[in-house]
């Protein structure tokens, strides 16, 4: 759902621009409350997951595809307000360095696929938590279902934005039916990888995961042998952790799979046009469409400039796209939670 330059007018781009700037700054200080020297490094890691997972679009229908947005695995795995902070990272390194989703369309882009999705699934999540039983089992359906209808929810939020400053003359109700009915679709694909992922880490580090923290009991780890109490956020480096999932285990097993998914497995994703881009060229909202500012970008497109092999070409990019974006996020988030310390040091507090 990367929008390009010319789909939305000068004016809306501007105000989607500064909401988006309002949005990541409000979300700058909110992570200070979610981010500790546990789940900084985590934050920077989901970025880098994201971006990679990005590149695997996967048939939903006829000449479409879809990919993950990200929104829900964010705010669930670190919080909703790093959620949409790793979610706008991603999108940064994209359109500055692959020439993907316009330049002056980043507004539009991080409003819709950064804010948009993480409000409305954390939203959902934190609903369904709250009324299932508490277990793992909860919590996944809870991100199964909140990453579902993140989905067609940014869809609608593009649909809005088109209507207010679209720059072809295309009606709104068929832009809405296209573009809700072919991301329900992509949500599917969205739910499942959410839910996969959340399951995955719930199974060896349930207490590294935000969306679990305030369930009514807390959840199990088994260390030895025997069920023990995951532990709170301040009592970590006392608490047993099962052997092999430390952090810094969990740490570089997801930065293998990132580049594994990024450098090996995108070769095999879907060339078919994503959701919008097939809703633009069936729909006409393409019309005024630009060339991206960095199409000349030795990365534009997902491949090494003078690399002439294909497979090589997109995983050398893939590769320098999630090592640039963890080493992004990563400073990002870092300099979060240093601030938050400073912050609460003793100078600061009066103590």
């Not at 430390?246 to 994503?274: E, I, M, N, Q």
Request: overall charge neutral; some cysteine.
């Amino acid at each position: 759902m990367h929008v390009p330059d010319g789909f939305i007018n000068a004016p809306t781009s501007a105000v989607a621009g500064v909401v988006a700037a309002g949005a990541v700054a409000v979300s700058l200080r909110g992570a200070r409350r979610e981010l500790d020297e546990r789940t900084a490094p985590l934050a920077g890691l989901v970025a880098a997951f994201i971006f990679a997972v990005q590149m695997l679009n996967f048939p939903v229908a006829a000449g479409t595809s879809g990919h993950l947005l990200g929104g829900a695995l964010a705010a669930i795995l670190v919080g909703p307000y790093t959620g949409v902070l790793c979610v706008s990272v991603v999108l940064l390194m994209q359109g500055v360095l692959f020439a993907d989703g316009g330049l002056t369309a980043l507004g539009v882009n991080i409003t819709v696929m950064a804010v948009v999705t993480t409000v409305v699934a954390y939203t959902v999540f934190r609903a369904l938590v709250k009324v299932l039983p508490d277990s793992h089992r909860s919590v996944t359906v809870a991100s199964f279902v909140a990453a579902l209808l993140s989905v067609p929810a940014a869809a609608l939020a593009f649909t809005l934005v088109y209507w207010i400053g679209g720059t072809t003359e295309v009606p709104i109700g068929k832009v809405a039916t296209a573009m809700v009915g072919v991301h329900v679709l992509i949500g599917i694909g969205e739910a499942v990888i959410t839910s996969l992922t959340v399951g995955a880490v719930l199974a060896v580090r349930p207490d590294l995961v935000h969306g679990a923290r305030g369930l009514r009991h807390k959840l199990r780890l088994r260390v030895n042998g025997e069920l023990v109490d995951a532990p709170d956020a301040d009592e970590e480096r006392t608490a047993p952790v099962p052997a092999g999932a430390s952090r810094r285990t969990l740490w570089v097993s997801g930065l293998v799979t990132s580049l594994v998914l990024a450098g090996f497995v995108s070769f095999y994703a879907s060339a078919s046009p994503d959701g919008l881009e097939k809703v633009a060229a069936d729909k006409g909202i393409d019309a005024k469409a630009r060339e991206h500012a960095a199409a000349g970008s030795p990365l534009a497109d997902y491949g090494v400039k003078d690399v002439a092999d294909a497979r090589l070409s997109g995983g050398l990019a893939g590769v320098i796209g999630v090592g640039v974006t963890v080493v992004t996020g990563s400073a990002v988030f870092w300099a979060v939670r240093r601030r938050r310390t400073d912050d609460a040091s003793p100078a600061n507090t009066g103590v």
